[in-house]
């Protein structure tokens, strides 16, 4: 009583009193109970982004927020009508996973008009002003991880990405895939992947035989396993058939790796590793995937930690919720074609067979269960 009374007799804004407001409530801003924040995911085809949808959802709730959480069937349309319907619901705040990082133009500048702040959530969103912040992890790094690893599968890496001196000397033959054209992760990628790669073909330790090495030609819409893997079948049929043998594939996310592992293995490589399997990379650490790899099929794929990513993405909408800037880490890479946008960007790792365990399951992003069975 006396306290209220006190906080009262304080009088009006600016008089001083700002110490009675409850910790984290900053000014004249709603508490986090009154407040709601779309969250827009791409596809639950691919089980990564279920992760991470449960992730911000659960995160942000435990903050105190509501949520409102669509996925889109990585159907454009649908994405767009769902965040119009968010803006229309008067969200405070927008987290978005886009599945064409150009296709929002009208979505965001409604937002910036509304004074909704919009998170970029692990994609880049292209051509507005009103990208207030993305979290991501170091793309470029990601690329540069993936063809690490297919180095060391081949031998011509040691497993920690050092030279090896006693490397065979090759040829050996890669076949190259990246991600989708319309996202705009893929290029960073998968150049990250060929200024790796480029000095082993430079010398002529790698050869790409069917002569498909630039983006456009080896990109892989909505990163579709099944476009994957038909893609592999004709370069299989186009080039390998008069007894040359493939040693290595470069792919960018583990759907697209099962694809053309189920295309390899129809042409009778493998069916693993040890039986002549080409070395094939991967990304995202798909349950799936990181079976096939306990099982010596795939050769390794890249950990993204979704519950890292999401613990970003809530700390960044809380900073905006109340008041203030999130924390950047970096301010020059993320240009969309319009600013730079200020990210926060994580550390990836890459798995192999030996460290699943270490990297996956000691750290609870999966059981020992899990990677027995592949689900
Ligand atoms: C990218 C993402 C990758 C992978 C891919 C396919 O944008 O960075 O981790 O998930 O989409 O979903």
Known sequence: MTFALAACGGGGAGSGDETTEPAGNGGDTAAAGDQTIGVAMPTQTSERWIADGDAVKSQLEEAGYTVDLQFANDDIPTQTQQ?????????????????????????????????IPVIAYDRLINGSENVDFYVTFDNYNVGVQQATSLLVGLGLLNADGSENPDAPEGPFNIELFAGSPDDNNAGFFFNGAMDTLKPFI????????????????????RWSQEAA????????????????????????????????????????????????LPVVSGQDAEIASVTLIDQGVQFATIFKDTRKLATESVRAAQAFLEGNEPEANDTDTYDNGVKVVPSYLLESDIVYADNITELLVDTGYYTAEQVEQGS
């Open 83 to 115: 965040i119009d319907q968010m803006i229309l619901q008067e969200v405070d705040l927008l987290i978005i996973a886009s599945i064409d990082g150009t296709a929002l133009t009208s979505q965001l500048d409604a937002a910036g008009a509304a004074g």
């Open 202 to 221: 430079d010398a002529g330790t790698l050869v790409v035989p069917s002569g498909q090495t630039d983006f456009d030609t080896v990109a892989t819409l």
């Open 229 to 276: 893997q038909r893609r592999m079948e004709d370069l299989l049929t186009s080039t390998y058939t008069g007894g040359e043998e493939l040693h290595g594939v470069l792919s960018p996310f583990d759907g697209i790796s099962r694809g053309i592992i189920t295309a390899l293995q129809g042409a009778g490589y493998g069916p693993t590793l040890e039986e002549g």
